[in-house]
């Protein structure tokens, strides 16, 4: 009897912890495949990452040395760009959103979160790196995007010609 016990016990812990195992290992595998496709674009182009962002909606890298941003696009891979940050003059963080009353406070209840990349001595768009969008379901919670866009606008900000 003790036995059975045991081998029952045995058999619903490896139902319960294997999905989650399972899915841990397939998650660091895609992972691992995203970063080989980023760094391997990289190398295309002559960068060498010292920071790059991997998450279900963005996936970007910085190359300091050479002052060159990629983005790739998260739904399909083969769709990147490389930006020349020698010709962008500023990087703003754009945000948008409606007034929300929580308590006696008004808030900003974020709706968009963009990382904007403007050419020199213009106000002209170079590209916009969506950080947070609340029509597309990819997004994650708002403060954590503003969070990792504010992150990346000092990142450029910094390499930035002067």
């Known amino acids: 009897m003790e036995n059975s ?12 912890v294997g999905p989650i195992i ?11 495949k995203v970063k080989k496709r980023l760094h391997s674009l990289a190398t295309e ?5 010292d920071q790059i962002e991997i998450t279900n909606s963005l996936l970007l890298g910085l190359d ?4 060159k941003f990629l983005v790739i696009d998260p739904t399909d891979h083969s769709k990147y760009e490389v930006i020349d940050l020698k010709n962008v003059g500023q990087s703003v963080v754009a945000k948008s959103g409606h007034q929300q009353k929580i308590g006696n406070q008004n808030k900003l209840a974020l709706t968009h979160i963009g990382l904007e ?3 020199n001595n213009s106000k002209e768009k170079v590209k916009e790196v969506i950080f947070y969008d609340e029509d597309d379901n990819d997004s994650l919670d708002a403060d954590a995007q503003l969070f990792m866009a ?13």
């Open 5 to 16: 016990s045991v081998i029952m016990g045995i058999v619903l812990l490896a139902l319960f």
């Open 150 to 162: 504010n992150k990346w606008d000092k990142l450029i900000k910094s390499n930035l010609s002067a």
């Open 45 to 49: 182009h002559n960068m060498k990452l």
């Open 64 to 67: 300091s040395n050479t002052k």
């Open 117 to 119: 990349l403007l050419k």
């Open 22 to 32: 399972y899915m841990i290992i397939s998650h660091s595998a895609k992972e691992n």
